[in-house]
């Protein structure tokens, strides 16, 4: 006769983003949250009673209420709290495992901008015909954050539009960018290419950290015309960004105000935005597609 060996359930993959605001200088804890209960859980197999069930929704939805309620001063203290409530608060769950990963945060500029710490993959393209040189440099997983002076507002709506205006959001890009360089005979002296990438770096991160965004394409443009305007090596960029959709969670049914503190990061969908930014009399030559760069 068969019989139940082991078994737990739960809410995997709860992202949850805490921002902190201390004045000007924010804070911000990012973690990927999952909840696994075990306990009395017999009769939900057998005869598909749910009577000893909690749902996995409201794990999910205790997951962000306590990043409210409880703030995120560690992942491991975040994980206690979670694991005694579940455990102490139902009597058919008799064990909780928590399990966190924590996407660590490096602030940049100003007290709101920031960086995914792990940093971005560099890329080089060089093409050489015999003659003549073509380099393109460039970056990919850049992650970046302004957790204020952003909106999204003004925009066209129709019938299908849910999407409710925003006067103070977070903005957050995964920036994958190409830059081309404009020397192409190597009997002229070649950029520094090490430094030069780093310059470009730190052009981006500024001006994603100063501009105040209506938009990401907005942003986008800022972003490639501070590389133009600095960096004389450079005629283009261009720029995919996908847009990380942060979405405030509704905490009213638990009798909480959310104040622009507690998100849920949504990976899929997302808003693509894509340009290049040329210098002025310069035409376009990095190819539309350059993914396999």
Do not use: C
């Not at 002076?149 to 299908?160: H, I, L, M, R």
């Amino acid at each position: 006769m068969p019989i139940l060996g082991p078994n737990q359930y739960g809410k995997a993959e709860n992202r949850v983003v805490r921002i902190t605001r201390d004045g000007a200088t924010h804070h911000i804890k990012d973690l990927n949250v999952s909840v696994s209960l075990s306990g009395d859980m017999d009769e939900v197999h057998y005869s598909g009673s749910n009577a000893n069930v909690l749902p996995t929704d409201t794990t999910k939805n205790t997951v962000y209420a306590f990043a409210k309620e409880h703030g995120i001063e560690s992942a491991e203290q975040f994980g206690i709290h979670l694991a005694r409530h579940f455990v102490t608060s139902q009597p058919a769950i008799h064990r909780a495992r928590i399990r966190i990963e924590e996407y660590a945060w490096e602030r940049t500029v100003g007290g709101h901008s920031f960086v995914r710490q792990g940093q971005e993959t560099r890329l080089a393209q060089i093409t050489y015909d015999g003659s003549s040189w073509e380099v393109v440099s460039g970056l990919k997983d850049l992650t970046v954050l302004n957790s204020t002076d952003s909106e999204f507002w003004g925009y066209v709506k129709d019938k299908y539009t849910t999407l409710p205006e925003a006067y103070d959001r977070i903005l957050a890009t995964e920036v994958s960018a190409r830059w081309r360089f404009n020397w192409t005979d190597d009997t002229e002296d070649m950029p520094d290419w090490d430094t030069s990438y780093e310059q470009t770096k730190q052009y981006l991160l500024r001006a994603f950290a100063e501009t105040y965004s209506l938009s990401l394409q907005q942003t986008l443009f800022q972003m490639g015309s501070r590389i133009i305007d600095n960096r004389a090596e450079i005629d283009e960029v261009r720029f995919s960004l996908p847009n990380k959709h942060h979405f405030l969670v509704d905490l009213e049914p638990f009798g909480l105000k959310n104040d622009n503190e507690v998100y849920f990061a949504a990976d899929r969908p997302y808003g693509l935005i894509e340009a290049t930014v040329l210098r002025d009399g310069r035409e376009a030559k990095i190819p539309a597609d350059l993914t396999n760069l």
